[in-house]
């Protein structure tokens, strides 16, 4: 058994696009947040957040984490606001560890433009919606991550440094793991 590997990070990031292919190299179970709520409520992002506001989407949000924290052997993209709460991150590291993929303003918001299925970015204009958010939370992503990874980079170099970080600890990766990710 191995731990979760959680990404964290803002919007635009890249936690599924890193996730996706990390989850494929290793051959582990992928999990997004955002898309488990989907799942399980049948409704968009956006319609959650409209019926329940954003109080009431995170704790959905925190439902569909705390019963993610429960399996191993998964790779989560988490959403982008998920780590704020300490139950999530609490719930996070009792099966897994917590990867901040730590992207700039900048590259956020030419990764974000045009994008119509991120409520927080609906009011107001893209980059300073992105830069007072991430300038709000950053402190916070840094304080609960156990790895900091720079994610401005293409994902495959994002998802060597990740397995590279993961393979120099001995609770993350499964033996098999490690063979797959040496060949």
């Known amino acids: 058994m191995s731990r979760n ?7 635009g ?3 599924t696009t890193v996730g996706t292919q990390l989850a494929e190299r290793l051959g582990r179970r992928f999990a997004d947040t955002d898309e488990e709520l989907r799942r399980w409520t049948g409704r968009s992002i956006p319609q959650l957040f409209e019926e329940h506001g954003e109080a009431g989407f995170r704790d959905l949000e925190r439902q569909v984490i705390e019963e993610l924290a429960t399996y191993h052997d998964l790779v989560i993209a988490l959403g982008g606001g998920a780590v704020l709460r300490d139950d999530n ?6 099966t897994g560890v917590i990867i901040h993929l730590d992207v700039p303003a900048e590259t956020l918001v030419g990764r974000l ?10 009011d107001g204009a893209l980059t300073e919606r992105v830069a007072e958010t991430l300038a709000a939370r950053h402190d916070r992503y840094l304080e609960v991550a156990d790895v900091r990874v720079d ?5 495959e170099e994002v998802v060597e440094e990740v397995l590279s970080w993961a ?6 990766l499964t033996p098999s793991e490690h063979e797959q990710v040496m060949t």
Not at 113 to 122: E, F, I
């Open 5 to 11: 590997l959680c990404l964290s990070g803002m919007m």
């Open 13 to 15: 990031a890249g936690k």
């Open 89 to 94: 991150v609490t719930s996070l590291l009792l």
């Open 113 to 122: 433009t045009g994008d119509t299925d991120r409520p927080l970015l609906a």
């Open 151 to 155: 994610g401005a980079r293409a994902a």
């Open 167 to 172: 393979m120099s600890l001995g609770d993350v």
